[in-house]
């Protein structure tokens, strides 16, 4: 690796020789001086060239100094360049109070001169370029929080005795629903993208693991166009043991969404100030619980009637209901319970004494659903009647069943959008936002 100092680091740096090496964002070419705005994947710096713009015939070195002039007044924006200089702090310097006076100078990638996107591009058109996208500091710094999300999910994890899980994505069946199912050629048969872990995470129960995680995509053939779905997401799960009832997962869930926020105050506050004009709030514990029929009750009392037939919320009473939560309890975050098991799958336990209702929860952030979690009906014969109930083989689920014929301990998980809670958390728009790279129905490249 050449000698280049990151341009976060050259504030801590005395005066003298430094290398640095970035993008071209602004050219300032003035008569006697030139000014260049390099950035770097840590920040950006101004340098400075006094121009030569003739050769000098006692100057044996104007040469030198006319080639960097020319150079610098022919540099494109988004050109890649290596620039050796000296270093000198000045007060009188807006960016960050220092300059780069440039020695020599360069050019190791030239970038075309018309860049495609500009500040006020729409999304699609960003997307369809999303490498200069990403260039802008504010969408860098989308994936440092992502990054610190996930060591923070890690970190209590590993802190918790959890172990890490990798499950296959080719699967034979599907594990959500028999909509939204990806089909792929698989030799002489077909196979399935997994739709989530959730059959492969259970198996661990069965397995001895106790509490298992995992980070990884998920594949839904879903048509929609909204701010929220994506047809491959990742999908952040986790599955534990031994729980007496939903709440188990509930108190889990709560814990690892506040170990992520602390950590995201602690390390991005300044830069979300900065960027987002954001303060990050960690939520406190416990986070408002209210059962989906009480839910559904409060937003009729406040004007709005769900118009689904199914009994599931819709975005609307999402929204509505976290609007009663942030006015009654002033938190972010609500768990709808006890969903009616006619909106659920056939793997959630339901209540002891009322088949109608399940163990189980939505956790709705700011209005959006996020998450989905449940305890699991561990008892075989109890599933198989479910599977039955809602028009699955259980010849088909075979592989599944087999799990709970040999000793399981009574288990719960749930499974969240990465790209939801980080959505929400910035206040975009849309997970295309906050997506590396988003995959929609319309969207394969880039
Ligand atoms: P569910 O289907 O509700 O539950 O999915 C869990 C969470 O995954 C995210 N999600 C999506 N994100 C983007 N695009 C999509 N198309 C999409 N579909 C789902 C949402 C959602 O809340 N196996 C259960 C979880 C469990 O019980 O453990 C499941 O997959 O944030």
Redesign the pocket.
Known sequence: MSERTLVKNLAALEDGPVSVSGWVETVRDQKKVQFVVLRDESGAVQLVNPAVRELVEDDPESAAKLATTEAISALAHGSFLTVTGSLKHDERVKLGGLEVKIGSLEVVSESLPETPIAADSSLDKRLDWRFLDLRNPKQNLIFRVQTTIEHAFRQYWIDNDFIEIHTPKLMASA??SRA?LFEVGYFDTTAYLA????FF?QMAQPAGFGKVFEIGP?F?A?PSFTS????E?T?V?A?ISWIDSHEDVMALHEELLVAAFTAVKEKHGEALKEHFDLDVVVPSRPFPRIPLAEAKRIVAERGYEIPRADDDMDPEGERRIAAYVKEEFGHDFVFLTDYASSIR?FY?MRHEGDAALTN?Y??IYSGV??????QREHRVDVLIEQAREKGLEPEELEFYLDFFRYGVPPHG?????L??VLMLLLGEQS?RETTYLFRGPTRLLP
């Open positions: 594990s959500e939204e739709q989530s872990p959730q995470k998920a839904r879903d929220r779905h994506a047809t997401f999908s799960d599955e799958p959630h189980s939505d956790l659903e996020i998450s989905t979690g449940a998980g749930f499974g969240m959008g790209a939801r997970i």
